[in-house]
């Protein structure tokens, strides 16, 4: 394991305005490996790769770190 999928994640603005923010998080360059690993897949040979969910418990990850920091700035505001 090299690292290089990891490092390959980045973060994307999509849109900006008053009172939304959209982002993007997506693979610059191992985009083609995301689903392989997130859900699985058969093996050339026969047999499958099982999955190894890391997109989702990411995506859950920062979901609730998100809502937690809104929660602080509304508390302190």
């Given at each position: 394991?090299?690292?290089?999928?990891?490092?390959?994640?980045?973060?994307?603005?999509?849109?900006?305005?008053?009172?939304?923010?959209?982002?993007?998080?997506?693979?610059?360059?191992?985009?083609?490996?995301?689903?392989?690993?997130?859900?699985?897949?058969?093996?050339?040979?026969?047999?499958?790769?099982?999955?190894?969910a890391?997109?989702?418990?990411a995506?859950?990850?920062?979901?609730?770190?998100?809502?937690?920091?809104?929660?602080?700035?509304?508390?302190?505001?």
């Amino acid at each position: 394991h090299t690292g290089k999928y990891a490092k390959s994640w980045a973060l994307k603005t999509v849109k900006e305005t008053e009172n939304a923010l959209t982002l993007v998080v997506h693979s610059k360059n191992k985009y083609q490996l995301t689903h392989l690993l997130e859900y699985g897949h058969a093996k050339r040979g026969g047999g499958r790769v099982g999955a190894r969910a890391h997109i989702k418990l990411a995506e859950e990850k920062a979901v609730k770190s998100f809502e937690e920091k809104i929660r602080e700035a509304i508390e302190h505001d």
